[in-house]
């Protein structure tokens, strides 16, 4: 039975994709990192509520394209970007890889992934500090490099502005009750 045009329940298969990815990167870091898996179902919270406030003909924002990327597109992105966080990855390689010019690759990343390039490739390489700060004992300049970023004080400043606290502060909360973060309303 085919859907009525503007059928809220009509979601784009690539939004769909996205949310279930993200979905299941929660699922899988619930237990280990309560913090990555909170920010991850407040996104996926954000883009329902986008979806749901587009559907509902409150589409004004100018951000909002309606663009996105094919299931393949946004998988193939985010795979790579994963396997790449301790390296530049150039906007270039992305719209390549997904077969896009530069500008319609912007459109298509946030509306596929609710956010920029930049800011999605931030969010994974703090989420991939965490764990190295989590789970290691390296020193906080060698999580930086290996995590991609330029220097240990552009990776703090990043750090704390996504964590709330320097990343130091952030392994020391965890070694101490790596419980740290759970929502007391749970």
């Known amino acids: ?3 009525a045009a503007g059928d809220p329940m009509d979601l784009r298969m690539p939004q769909v994709d996205v949310l279930l ?3 299941r990167a929660a699922m899988a870091t619930v237990s280990s990192d309560p913090n990555a898996t909170k920010r991850q179902l407040e996104q996926l919270i954000r883009l329902l509520g986008e979806r749901a406030n587009a559907d509902m003909g409150g589409g004004n924002d100018p951000g909002r394209t309606g663009h996105a990327l094919a299931p393949w597109q946004a998988k193939r992105i985010a795979t790579f970007i994963d396997a790449n966080l301790d390296q530049p990855i150039p906007i270039q390689d992305l719209a390549d890889l997904a077969r896009l010019s530069v500008s319609y690759f912007f459109r298509a990343f946030r509306g596929s992934f609710g956010t920029a390039p930049h800011g999605y490739i931030l969010q994974r390489r703090i989420e991939l500090a965490q764990r190295c700060l989590r789970e290691g004992t390296q020193p906080i300049s060698q999580v930086a490099l ?4 330029a220097d240990q004080a552009h990776f703090s400043r990043a750090f704390a502005k996504h964590a709330g ?7 020391r909360m965890q070694q101490r009750d790596p419980r740290v973060g759970i929502s007391n309303t749970a």
């Open 21 to 23: 990815s993200e979905l």
């Open 146 to 149: 290996d995590c991609g970023f």
């Open 1 to 3: 039975m085919a859907k």
């Open 165 to 171: 606290v320097p990343p130091g502060a952030w392994r």
